[in-house]
C-alpha cells in the first residue's frame, strides 16, 4: 500500500532528522576530517582574552579560555573545539530527542556507532498517530516495526527503493556536514554562560546560522533548497551545550514552528547494535500497489 510506504519513509526521516543533528565522526563527503590540530585554543572573538575569564582543560590538553557571559566567540574557534575531542571519542552515542508541534509531541531514544563502513543506529520512537516504532540500521539494511503493519515483537526488512526520497537521509548522518554548514552560514556564536544539564555544568552557546549561506554549503539545490529555505527562513538559531571535554550533550532549535531538544551521551562507549534475527523478521511486505 502507498500510505505504508509513505509510512515507512516518514518513520525513516524522523529517525534520519535525530541523528543527522548529533551523529559525527569519519571523514564528511568531501574528504575533510574532523582532526583538529593539538594546541587548539579557544580565545575571544578578538584573539585575547577578557579580563576575568577563567580557563579549562580542553580535550586535546590544552588550555583554553572561557569567555565572559554574553560574549561572541570566534565561530572558527568554536568549531576547532566542537572537533577537538577526535574522531574515535565522536563515532559513538545515546541519544534521546523530544520534537513538539504544539498539541502533538514526537519522542525518540537510542544508539548511534559510526565507526564502521557505513553507519548503525537503534532508534524507538513514538509518533503521533502511529504509537511506538523501532528502526534498525545495520549492514547497510533497514528494518522496522511498525504498529498495524507489523506483529508484536517482529520486523520487516524494507528494501530501500520502497523508501523513495527519505533512503537519501541514511547517508546524512554525520554532523560533520552540519558543522560544515554552520562554518559557511554561522553569522554569530555567543557564549550564555554556564547551566546545569543532568546535574553537570555545562558551557552554553548561541550560533546564529544564516539559511541560505548554510544551504548553499550543504549543496543543496532546486526545489529541495527552495522548500528546505521556506521552512528555515532567513536564520535558524542553535543553543548547543558543551561539557568539560567539549562533547555536544546538548542541542535545541525551533523549525518552522517545532520546538526540538537533544540531549546525547556516553560519547565514545561501545555500542552493540544488532540486526534482528530471522526468528524477528517477518515474512512479506506491502505492496506497492
Known amino acids: 500500500m502507498k500510505s505504508t510506504h509513505r509510512r515507512w519513509a516518514g518513520l525513516l526521516t524522523a529517525g534520519a532528522l535525530g541523528l543527522s543533528l548529533v551523529a559525527c565522526g569519519g571523514d564528511d563527503p568531501a574528504?575533510?576530517?574532523?582532526?583538529?590540530?593539538?594546541g587548539t585554543t579557544q580565545e575571544s572573538a578578538t584573539g585575547t582574552e577578557a579580563a576575568g575569564e577563567s580557563s579549562t582543560e580542553t580535550a586535546a590538553?590544552?588550555?583554553?579560555?572561557?569567555?565572559a557571559e554574553g560574549q561572541e566567540v570566534d565561530i572558527q574557534e568554536f568549531l576547532a573545539m566542537l572537533k577537538s575531542p577526535g574522531e574515535e571519542k565522536l563515532s559513538s552515542y545515546t541519544l534521546d530527542m523530544v520534537m513538539n508541534m504544539g498539541s502533538q509531541e514526537m519522542d525518540m531514544s537510542g544508539k548511534a556507532d559510526l565507526s564502521g563502513d557505513s553507519p548503525a543506529f537503534d532508534i524507538e520512537m513514538t509518533l503521533p498517530g502511529m504509537g511506538e516504532a523501532h528502526m534498525i540500521l545495520a549492514g547497510g539494511e533497514v528494518f522496522m516495526s511498525m504498529p498495524g503493519v507489523t506483529q508484536e515483537g517482529k520486523f520487516m526488512q524494507v528494501p530501500k527503493e520502497q523508501l523513495g526520497d527519505a533512503a537519501s537521509q541514511l547517508d546524512e548522518v554525520d554532523i560533520t556536514t552540519t558543522w560544515d554548514a554552520w562554518e559557511e552560514g554561522a553569522s554569530k556564536v555567543v557564549f550564555l554562560g554556564e547551566d546545569d544539564v543532568d546535574g553537570q555544568q555545562m558551557r552554553h552557546y548561541e550560533v546564529t546560522v544564516d539559511s541560505a549561506a548554510a544551504l548553499d554549503?550543504?549543496?543543496?539545490?532546486?526545489?529541495?533548497?527552495a522548500a528546505a529555505s521556506a521552512m528555515m527562513g532567513e536564520e535558524i538559531t542553535y543553543e548547543v551545550w558543551l561539557d568539560a571535554d567539549n562533547l555536544m550533550r546538548k542541542i535545541a532549535f525551533e523549525l518552522d514552528g517545532v520546538v526540538s531538544e537533544i540531549h546525547a551521551d556516553n560519547w565514545g562507549e561501545p555500542m552493540d547494535i544488532q540486526a534482528p534475527t530471522a526468528e524477528e523478521i517477518q515474512e512479506g511486505l506491502p505492496s506497492s500497489g
Do not use: L, N
Open 31 to 38: 574528504g575533510r576530517t574532523t582532526d583538529v590540530p593539538t
Open 61 to 67: 590538553g590544552t588550555e583554553a579560555a572561557t569567555p
Open 217 to 225: 554549503a550543504s549543496g543543496q539545490t532546486g526545489d529541495d533548497a
